[in-house]
């Protein structure tokens, strides 16, 4: 069983940045790609970015192209989100996920494994 652990939600003023962080448990050995996905208050929730861990390809949606940045550090099983110039419309309830398959990130219905999420606020 994958188990997810997020840290380092919070709030912040627009125009600033946080850096999430995912640690995977040790029997991560089957996922093949781990991504972010948001859920803000009435919405539903959407992929923000997600990374293939065998080649480190990466993808993003439009809405956070530029301002976001996701990586991995496999020595530490650890999965980011580096997030910078935060708009008020960021401000949601984020989540680690992982899948099995190179394409299981890019839909919700498709991941295997989820975190339990951190919160994002961003205020002006």
């Known amino acids: 069983q994958v188990q997810l652990v997020e840290s380092g939600g919070g709030s912040v003023q627009t125009g600033g940045s946080l850096l999430l962080s995912c640690a995977v448990s040790?029997?991560?050995?089957?996922?093949?790609?781990m991504g972010w996905f948001r859920q803000a208050p009435g919405k539903e929730r959407e992929r923000v970015a997600h990374?293939?861990?065998?080649?480190?390809?990466?993808s993003y949606a439009d809405s956070v192209k530029g301002r976001f940045t996701i990586s991995q550090d496999k020595s530490k099983n650890t999965l980011y989100l580096q997030m910078s110039s935060l708009k008020v419309e960021d401000t949601a309830m984020y989540s680690c996920?992982?899948?099995?398959?190179?394409?299981?990130?890019?839909?919700?219905?498709?991941?295997?494994?989820w975190g339990s999420g951190t919160q994002v606020t961003v205020s002006s």
């Open positions: 996920a992982a899948g099995r398959f190179a394409d299981s990130c890019w839909w919700d219905a498709r991941v295997d494994y």
């Open positions: 040790r029997d991560a050995y089957s996922i093949d790609c």
């Open positions: 990374i293939i861990t065998g080649s480190g390809t990466t």
